[in-house]
């Protein structure tokens, strides 16, 4: 008959000690970075040539201090990983870890029993390959001194096996926390956050946004080193203090503040995009202008085109548009030298913008042609001469036809000289 045994198993705990300010170490204290931490070669920062940076969540085992130097407690840490120095003590904490014993529920299903044991059996006797935890004695292997301390822990009331070895479970990093530092009410705006847990376990990050708008924005099983976008937006000015707390599967938590201030909306000026036209043009000729405005908050914009200071209403120098438009107008000026073209544009809450271009206006390049005067010319007599109604032999026809063609030919030559 199988003897079954049901203990409640105990479940690993490890926790940190939140160390004070002025935390004080013992030599061989093992610590861990709460943050990206300068090392130095001697405690000052004056005199201490930085050798470099450990990132937070770095361990280490304190050598010697602390000691005073520039406003700072330094402790000698010898770092699990280069550099080796002195570090700022409140950017250290210490690592205090407590457990109880659970190496005889090998197969981790919260019962020591016989199951445990047949694990531990195959895997010392038969070849068995097991991803649980074995070598309960913690001597390197599975063999027949596990099996008998299981044995005698199920069966014959010894102690529970303590040799599992355990890994110390490090509270989350966060690596990023960014945002706006001041906003405007009723506008949504977003903060960026990225948590690393140094086992790379799951995150569930909670973002406490102040007194107004949403309270609490809470983000369950994100993935280690994700980064996550929140959206917030606030209804009343004043000062905010954002807080971050970003906590791992075993209960260790990190947090961060950002302050924000929140702004009352106030009404943004129109942007005159763009103003072009001629800048150089002669008496008389016109012109023609454009310009492009728009408005941060959509209004329509009344603008005037002034010719040297003046727009007469009506005469197309101002009008309405809206936001985005292009607008245009012409205008011819009587005179040479500069003349100064403004563009105001204006939103009917108090703001506007202007801009200005200058004209170079020259003389006309346009010779006017003066009439030419002719000499006075006579025609010959016969040009005046009159013929009565008659009947008229053939020579005298000819005679006739003779005389009209030389006035024929005098009114060609007249014509030349013209």
Not at 66 to 76: D, F, K, R
Not at 279 to 286: A, D, F, K, Y
């Amino acid at each position: 008959m199988k003897k079954y045994i049901f203990l409640l198993a105990g479940i690993s705990i490890f926790a940190f000690g939140v160390s004070a300010a002025h935390a004080q170490f013992a030599a061989g204290d093992r610590v861990w970075t709460t943050a990206t931490l300068n090392v130095r070669s001697f405690p000052s920062t004056a005199s201490g040539t930085v050798l470099g940076t450990q990132p937070a969540g770095a361990l280490g085992n304190i050598v010697s201090g602390p000691v005073s130097g520039s406003g700072y407690t330094w402790w000698n840490v010898n770092y699990d990983n280069p550099p080796d120095g002195w570090s700022v003590g409140s950017y250290l904490e210490k690592v205090v870890t407590s457990s109880i014993a659970h190496c005889g529920d090998v197969n981790k299903d919260g019962q020591p029993n016989i199951f445990d044991l047949n694990i531990i059996i195959d895997v010392a006797f038969n070849n068995g390959s097991s991803t649980y935890v074995t070598d309960v004695n913690g001597s390197g292997a599975t063999d027949v001194f596990d099996v008998n301390d299981e044995i005698n822990y199920l069966f014959s009331g010894g102690p529970e096996p303590t040799g599992c070895v355990t890994v110390v479970n490090m509270p989350p990093v966060i690596n990023s926390f960014t945002g706006p530092t001041s906003v405007y009410i009723n506008t949504i705006n977003y903060w960026q956050v990225a948590v690393t847990d140094p086992e790379g376990g799951l995150i569930t990050n909670s973002v406490s946004w102040g007194a107004s708008g949403t309270l609490m924005t809470y983000d369950p099983n994100v993935p280690s080193g994700q980064i996550r976008s929140y959206p917030q937006s606030y209804t009343t000015p004043g000062n905010y203090t954002i807080t971050l707390r970003a906590t791992d599967s075993g209960g260790l938590t990190t947090s961060a503040n950002k302050l924000v201030t929140v702004l009352a909306a106030t009404n943004q000026p129109p942007v005159i995009n763009s103003f072009t036209g001629p800048t150089s043009l002669t008496v008389g000729q016109s012109g023609t202008w454009y310009a492009n405005a728009t408005d941060p908050e959509g209004a329509n914009l009344s603008y005037y085109f002034y010719w040297d200071g003046a727009c007469s209403t009506g005469s197309g120098c101002n009008g309405n548009v809206n936001s985005g438009a292009t607008t245009n107008a012409s205008h011819a000026f009587s005179t040479t030298g500069s003349h100064t073209i403004l563009f105001n544009v204006f939103d009917g809450a108090g703001g506007s913008d202007s801009r200005s271009v200058t004209v170079n206006v020259s003389a006309s390049s346009t010779t006017p042609v003066s009439p030419k005067i002719y000499p006075t010319k006579t025609i010959a007599p016969v040009l005046n001469q009159a013929y009565p109604s008659a009947s008229y032999s053939a020579s005298a026809l000819q005679s006739i036809q003779l005389q009209l063609n030389n006035i024929a030919e005098q009114l060609k030559l007249l014509l030349l000289q013209l």
